[in-house]
Nanobody, 124 residues
C-alpha cells in the first residue's frame, strides 16, 4: 500500500513563506507526475502545481512567480515552496501523485494517490 504524507503547513502572515513537503511510503512506485492541489472552505479542490519525473512544471496562474514545485525522484518526494503568501492562499493543501499519467495534468481524476492534506493559513 502506498501512502502520501504532507508536512510543513502552518500559520503565516501575509508576505511570508512556507515550504510544504510530501513523502511517499510503502511499495516503490515510479511517479510519472506529482502535484499539489488546495481546497479553501466552501470551494472546490483546485489545481496548484504539477511536475513530471523529468522536471517539467505547470502552475495555476494565481501562484506563478510565487510558488515553486520541485521533486526528488530518488527519495520519492515533492515539495512546494510558497513565497509572498496572501490570505487567498489559505486552504488545505493536498499532495497528489500518478503512476499512469503521460503528461502534466490539472485534472484531479488524473491522480490516483492523495495525501491527507495540510492546513495553510495566511493572516492579513
Amino acid at each position: 500500500q502506498v501512502q502520501l504524507v504532507e508536512s510543513g503547513g502552518g500559520l503565516v502572515q501575509a508576505g511570508g513563506s512556507l515550504r510544504l513537503s510530501c513523502a511517499a511510503s510503502g511499495r516503490t512506485v515510479n511517479w510519472s507526475v506529482m502535484a499539489w492541489f488546495r481546497q479553501a472552505p466552501g470551494k472546490e479542490r483546485e489545481f496548484v502545481a504539477a511536475i513530471t519525473s523529468r522536471g517539467s512544471t505547470d502552475y495555476v496562474h494565481s501562484v506563478k512567480g510565487r510558488f515553486t514545485i520541485s521533486r526528488d525522484n530518488a527519495k520519492n518526494t515533492v515539495a512546494l515552496q510558497m513565497n509572498s503568501l496572501n490570505p487567498d492562499d489559505t486552504a488545505v493543501y493536498y499532495c497528489a501523485a500518478s503512476d499512469r499519467a503521460f503528461a502534466l495534468s490539472r485534472n484531479r481524476l488524473s491522480y490516483g494517490y492523495w495525501g491527507q492534506g495540510t492546513q495553510v493559513t495566511v493572516s492579513p
